[in-house]
């Protein structure tokens, strides 16, 4: 059984930082390098949609178009904890963020929340005008 533990958000301005984290664990994988970790938001009303992946068995990451240049997502080896980094946020980046766990899968699959099994308890970002 993966734990998926969400910290950060908050309540900011337009063209503001936050951080949001997402520290997964799994007793059967203590090195957790084969995961995909992938944060998606949902504002209300609306459907739950991707903002980046990583992939911990690589280098690799994959961010939303919308969130290009703004966000980066990062990881912590030490405390199998991913970042993601969110500047120069917008009234539109609004909404609950997710961090969903899930096991070895392309890029395709990976911005589909149907993907993945595991997730984190959410966290609200507000981002006023």
Same mark, same amino acid.
């Given at each position: 059984? *993966?734990?998926? /533990?969400?910290?950060? @958000?908050?309540?900011?301005?337009?063209? !503001? +930082?936050?951080?949001?984290?997402? =520290?997964? &664990?799994?007793?059967?994988?203590?090195?957790?390098?084969?995961?995909?970790?992938?944060?998606?938001?949902?504002?209300?009303?609306?459907?739950?949609?991707? *903002?980046?992946? /990583?992939?911990?068995? @690589?280098?690799?990451?994959?961010?939303? !178009? +919308?969130?290009?240049?703004?966000? =980066?997502? &990062?990881?912590?080896?030490?405390?199998?904890?991913?970042?993601?980094?969110?500047?120069?946020?917008?009234?539109?980046?609004?909404?609950?963020?997710?961090?969903?766990?899930?096991?070895?899968?392309?890029?395709?699959?990976?911005?589909?929340?149907? +993907?993945?099994?595991?997730?984190?308890?959410?966290?609200?970002?507000?981002?006023?005008?």
């Amino acid at each position: 059984q *993966v734990q998926v /533990i969400q910290s950060g @958000g908050g309540q900011v301005q337009a063209g !503001d +930082s936050l951080r949001v984290s997402c =520290t997964a &664990s799994d007793p059967a994988d203590d090195s957790n390098r084969n995961y995909v970790i992938t944060w998606f938001r949902q504002a209300p009303g609306s459907e739950r949609e991707f *903002v980046s992946t /990583i992939w911990l068995s @690589g280098t690799g990451t994959s961010y939303a !178009d +919308s969130v290009k240049g703004r966000f =980066t997502i &990062s990881r912590e080896y030490a405390k199998n904890t991913v970042y993601l980094q969110m500047d120069s946020l917008k009234p539109e980046d609004t909404g609950v963020y997710y961090c969903a766990v899930g096991g070895p899968m392309s890029e395709y699959n990976a911005a589909a929340p149907g +993907s993945y099994r595991y997730w984190g308890q959410g966290a609200q970002v507000t981002v006023s005008s």
